[in-house]
């Protein structure tokens, strides 16, 4: 099996370096900063040499560069400066956000470079080398590195796939909106649920409930098949009577803007008059 060393060994490093092991790679060397933390994180990997200096790494055949996302090009810079990676060893990182080009001075210095992302959230790296099973890792760069990527990514468990060129961003976003968005959509309905004197313990399992229900509706039908609701239904006067009630203009301003969105969701079901109806209720604010 490969040769693996850990460059960042926090959550997500600690999790990925603990699971390579558990495969059959060779975990060679485990880097942080601070020596004690490199030396803890060995010791939970149960694998690997602590180190704390990029002139101290051994030679390896991968090497996983999990720190910050704000770090990730500095230490590219440092690692190309350095000079101690074999050409063609492949790095690669674990951003969800960042492309691989933010490697390239080691491209430079003929490294191949790539990048993993699990879809997975590393809270806790005991409870994530339990439940990583089946993740899906998005995976970036030229053939031959998505294909060591993807044998990796198989290795550790996960579920791995390819993006498109420059489809990093378009990924990223996706995700965010589809995580980060639900939770403020969440807290944004239990804030309108509160004008309408709901006990707060009840409105979080009356909107948390129907957020579940229709989740799984969408998951199983499809967005347009799963939609419901006064839009899709052209009805106008409900949707008026929802604004008036909403006092609060940025939950109004989400309102209108989704409603927007599921206006073009509902396609063809709505007839051409109670479209232009409803359009002009969710126009954004004047101003």
């Not at 990676?85 to 080691?106: C, I, K, N, Q, T």
């Not at 294909?147 to 390819?162: D, H, M």
């Not at 239990?190 to 004008?195: I, S």
Request: charged fraction near 15%; proline fraction near 4%.
């Amino acid at each position: 099996m490969p040769s693996l060393s850990i460059i960042g060994a926090g959550r997500l490093g600690r999790t990925l370096g603990r699971l390579a092991r558990d495969a059959g790679y060779t975990v060679v060397d485990v880097l942080c900063r601070d020596a004690v933390h490199a030396r803890d994180a060995a010791g939970f990997i149960g694998a690997g040499r602590a180190v704390s200096q990029l002139t101290q790494l051994a030679p390896a055949e991968l090497y996983l560069l999990a720190v910050p996302d704000a770090a990730i090009a500095d230490t590219a810079h440092a690692l190309a400066e350095v000079g101690v990676l074999p050409a063609g060893a492949l790095v690669f990182h674990a951003s969800g956000a960042g492309e691989a080009s933010l490697l390239a001075p080691l491209a430079e210095c003929g490294v191949r470079i790539g990048s993993l992302h699990p879809a997975f959230s590393f809270a806790e790296p005991a409870r994530a080398v339990t439940g990583f099973g089946g993740t899906l890792c998005a995976l970036e760069g030229e053939e031959s590195v998505c294909s060591e990527l993807e044998r990796l990514a198989e290795a550790l468990g996960g579920r791995p796939f390819r993006l498109a060129p420059g489809g990093k961003a378009a990924y990223h976003a996706a995700l965010s909106m589809a995580s980060n968005y639900l939770v403020t959509l969440n807290a944004l309905a239990l804030q309108v649920a509160a004008g309408a004197g709901i006990d707060a313990a009840v409105a979080s399992q009356l909107v948390g409930g129907l957020m579940r229900q229709t989740l799984d509706n969408t998951l199983a039908l499809g967005p347009a098949a799963a939609l419901t609701g006064p839009i899709v239904r052209g009805d106008a006067g409900t949707v008026a009577r929802h604004l008036t009630a909403i006092g609060d203009a940025l939950c109004a301003d989400a309102y209108r803007a989704m409603g927007r969105a599921t206006l073009r969701l509902a396609g063809e079901r709505l007839d051409e008059a109670a479209r232009e109806k409803l359009a002009g209720l969710l126009a954004p604010r004047a101003g």
